[in-house]
């Protein structure tokens, strides 16, 4: 069974005289313990996505199921059994951590019996168990969202929505955040369907990755997949124990065209349109022409490079686009 998929899924907001299609045909199919991150540009329908498939939300049009219950159907009982944490989660500021955790664990079923144990458990997974019995209006902007995020993972949910769950987050909290989804998805098979603008994020964490603009996707792949779109713009930087003119000119002569050149650090990057064929005979022939290499590196196009040309080649107005023809 899929632990998320969606068809034609479609949401519209519509006012007397506003239409916005905020969710337009998503496709989508996330397999169990998948960590799937869904990128895309502020208003592109990324929280909105997130409410259809929690079944906050009822779609225009299409459909999408989660752990095989139909998100219009069984709105309710996916409420009751997936994790999520909203863009800006609520917390009881007067109750304390404790509290406020007991209330989910009631809310949610955790057996009684297990609830003490299973929040000293995920409180001390998230580093905030010195705070447990302070009134959670008292914890910091980060410990909150820790909290916020213990809270969507402690019923144990199979299917766990998190929106933005490390924007606010310090780096040491935000690895402990990542590695424990990556933990909980390797060992205990739970799936993460993850909302970010976090690249880097994204790339280390992701199985997949799925960008979405305008309501609709326009790539998706593993984060090797996304790179492989834009291999043709891969870089090789050579680095020299000296530099000399005849190296600006070895690579005017062979067509190369260089993208970068900084005589003082004594590098030069260029583009080889046949990698992996020709850098050999390149560094071969430039030893040759008795010039000491240093270093040679390959620079892939990143993730952030790939996202921005995406993005913005599809920010073109609309109207101006000619229909798709794929
Ligand atoms: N309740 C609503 N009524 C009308 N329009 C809405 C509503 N909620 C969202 N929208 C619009 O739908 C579009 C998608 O919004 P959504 O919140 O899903 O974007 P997002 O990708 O989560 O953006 P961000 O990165 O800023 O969180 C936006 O244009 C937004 O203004
Ligand atoms: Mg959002």
Known sequence: MLAVETHQLTKDYETKDTFLRAVNNLNLKIEEAEIYSLLGPNGAGKTTSVRLLTGLLRPSEGGASVLGLDIVKNAQEIRGKVGLLTETPAIYERLTVRQNLEFIARLYNVPKKDIRHRIEEIIDLFDISEKIDLPAGSLSKGMKQKLAIARAMLHDPPVIFLDEPTASLAPESAKIVRDQILKLAKTEKRTFFICTHNLFEAERLSSRIGIINHGSLIAQGTPSELR????????????????????????????????????????????????????????????????SIVEVKHEFPTLEKIYLELVESESVPRENHEEEES
């Open 228 to 291: 492989e779109l834009k291999k043709d713009e891969t870089t090789t930087l050579f680095r020299f124990d000296q530099w000399s003119k005849e190296i600006k000119d070895y690579f005017e002569t062979n067509k190369l065209e260089i993208v970068e050149m900084d005589t003082e650090r004594k590098i030069i990057s260029v583009i080889i349109p046949k990698i992996e064929q020709d850098t050999p005979g390149i560094i071969k022939e430039l030893i040759h022409q008795n010039h």
